[in-house]
C-alpha cells in the first residue's frame, strides 16, 4: 500500500548535515511516508550515508542523478513518489516533530488547499542570522489564510521551500518544478497560484531553515534581485493584460520593475511617490505624481513597490481609506 507521503530530499556534498536531516524526518510524529533521499552527484560521503539510512530504515530509498542539478533531482524525484501528498525537504534543514502531521491535518482537513508551508526559524551556526531573513521568517508566519498569501505573493516567495507540502495532483497537473532564469520554488508558487490553486503558511515554527554563505539563494544567479523582478514583472503582465499601470514607488525598486514591465510590453503611465523633489518628472516616459493626486479608482492599476519598513502597510491603508480594493485596482509587489 502506498504511504500517504512521499518526501522528497535532494542532496549534493551534504555529508556534514544530512545525517540531522534525516533524523528529524524519520523522528516526525506523523510516520505514514516514504523518503526519497536524492544523491545529486555527490563527491564527498553522502551517498554512504544515505545507503546507511536505507538499510536501517526501509522507509528510506535512494535515488541517484548524474549530478542534474535542484530541479532535476526533484523531477527524478517525483517520478518516482507513491504518495499523494509531496514533502520538500533540503539536506542542511532539520523539521521539528509535528511538522508533517500538522501539514496533514491542514490538507485533510481543508480540501481546497493545494498545499502548505509552515513557520520557519532561521538560523546560522557560525553567526545571528540577517536582520532582513529574520523578518522574512516573521512575514511568513502572517500569510495564515489563502487570500492574504496570494495578496503578498509577489512581494517575496510566499513559501518556504524546504517546508512545503504539497497534493501531488495539484503539482503534476501544473507541470511540476521548472527550470529556468527564475527561483524555481517561486515561480512555482505562482504558477500554481495562476491556475487557481489555494496556498498558506501554518503560523506555528516547525521548520528550522538553515542559512549559509554556500546556500543556492546566495550562489546561485537566478536567486539575483534581477531575477526576481523579471518573475514579478512576468506575472503583473500576465494578470493585468491590457491595463494602464502606476507603480507606486519612484526608487530603485520601483524603477527596475518599470523597465522590467516595459521590455513585456506593458504600459506604465506613472508612478506615485511621497518625494516632492520627485514631482513632475518623467522616468521612462511616466510622470511622477503624488498619492492624492491618483483620483478614484478605474481601470488604471496600480503597483506598490516600496521596500521600506512598514511602507507597504501605509500604502494599503492609504488605498483602501481611497476605495481601492487589492486585487482588484492595486497590487503590492515589493
Not at 536524492?38 to 530504515?57: Q, V
Given at each position: 500500500m502506498a504511504p500517504k507521503v512521499s518526501v522528497l530530499l535532494p542532496a549534493r556534498d551534504a555529508g556534514a548535515t544530512v545525517d540531522a536531516a534525516i533524523a528529524s524526518v524519520l523522528g516526525q510524529t506523523f510516520?505514514?511516508?516514504?523518503?526519497?533521499?536524492?544523491?545529486?552527484?555527490?563527491?564527498?560521503?553522502?551517498?554512504?550515508?544515505?545507503?546507511?539510512?536505507?538499510?536501517?530504515?526501509?522507509?528510506?530509498?535512494?535515488?541517484?542523478?548524474?549530478?542534474?542539478?535542484?530541479?532535476?533531482?526533484?523531477?527524478?524525484?517525483?517520478?518516482?513518489?507513491?504518495?499523494?501528498?509531496?514533502?520538500?525537504?533540503?539536506?542542511?534543514?532539520?523539521?521539528?516533530?509535528?511538522?508533517?502531521?500538522?501539514?496533514?491535518?491542514?490538507?485533510?482537513?481543508?480540501?481546497?488547499?493545494?498545499?502548505?508551508?509552515?513557520?520557519?526559524?532561521?538560523?546560522?551556526?557560525?553567526?545571528?542570522?540577517?536582520?532582513?531573513?529574520?523578518?522574512?521568517?516573521?512575514?511568513?508566519?502572517?500569510?495564515?489564510?489563502?487570500?492574504?498569501?496570494?495578496?503578498?505573493?509577489?512581494?517575496?516567495?510566499?513559501?518556504?521551500?524546504?517546508?512545503?507540502?504539497?497534493?501531488?495532483e495539484a503539482l503534476v497537473d501544473a507541470g511540476g518544478w521548472r527550470d529556468g532564469d527564475f527561483p524555481e520554488d517561486w515561480e512555482l508558487w505562482l504558477r500554481l497560484l495562476q491556475r487557481g490553486a489555494k496556498l498558506v503558511c501554518l503560523p506555528e515554527v516547525l521548520h528550522r531553515w538553515t542559512d549559509h554563505d554556500g546556500r543556492l539563494t546566495r550562489t546561485d544567479q537566478r536567486y539575483r534581485r534581477d531575477r526576481h523582478t523579471r518573475l514579478r514583472a512576468r506575472v503583473l503582465r500576465q494578470r493585468l493584460e491590457g491595463r494602464p499601470l502606476a507603480i507606486w514607488g519612484a526608487g530603485e525598486r520601483g524603477i527596475a520593475l518599470c523597465r522590467a514591465l516595459q521590455a513585456l510590453g506593458a504600459h506604465v503611465e506613472r508612478f506615485v511617490d511621497v518625494n516632492p523633489r520627485k514631482l513632475g518628472q518623467r522616468i521612462h516616459g511616466a510622470r511622477v505624481v503624488f498619492p492624492h493626486d491618483l483620483g478614484p479608482p478605474g481601470d488604471e492599476h496600480v503597483i506598490a513597490s516600496v521596500g521600506a519598513q512598514g511602507a507597504r502597510a501605509e500604502i494599503r491603508a492609504f488605498l483602501d481609506s481611497r476605495e481601492f480594493v487589492e486585487g482588484q485596482h492595486f497590487t503590492c509587489a515589493a
Open positions: 510516520g505514514d511516508f516514504e523518503l526519497l533521499a536524492i544523491d545529486d552527484g555527490s563527491a564527498d560521503d553522502t551517498g554512504a550515508r544515505l545507503a546507511g539510512w536505507a538499510r536501517r530504515d526501509a522507509r528510506v530509498r535512494v535515488l541517484k542523478t548524474g549530478g542534474v542539478g535542484l530541479v532535476g533531482a526533484l523531477a527524478l524525484g517525483l517520478e518516482a513518489a507513491t504518495g499523494a501528498l509531496l514533502a520538500r525537504m533540503d539536506a542542511d534543514d532539520v523539521s521539528l516533530p509535528e511538522r508533517f502531521a500538522r501539514s496533514v491535518a491542514r490538507l485533510e482537513a481543508e480540501p481546497a488547499l493545494s498545499g502548505v508551508g509552515t513557520g520557519v526559524e532561521i538560523v546560522r551556526h557560525d553567526r545571528p542570522p540577517s536582520p532582513g531573513l529574520v523578518s522574512y521568517g516573521r512575514w511568513l508566519s502572517s500569510l495564515t489564510t489563502p487570500a492574504r498569501l496570494f495578496a503578498d505573493s509577489l512581494v517575496e516567495s510566499p513559501l518556504c521551500h524546504p517546508s512545503v507540502m504539497l497534493r501531488r
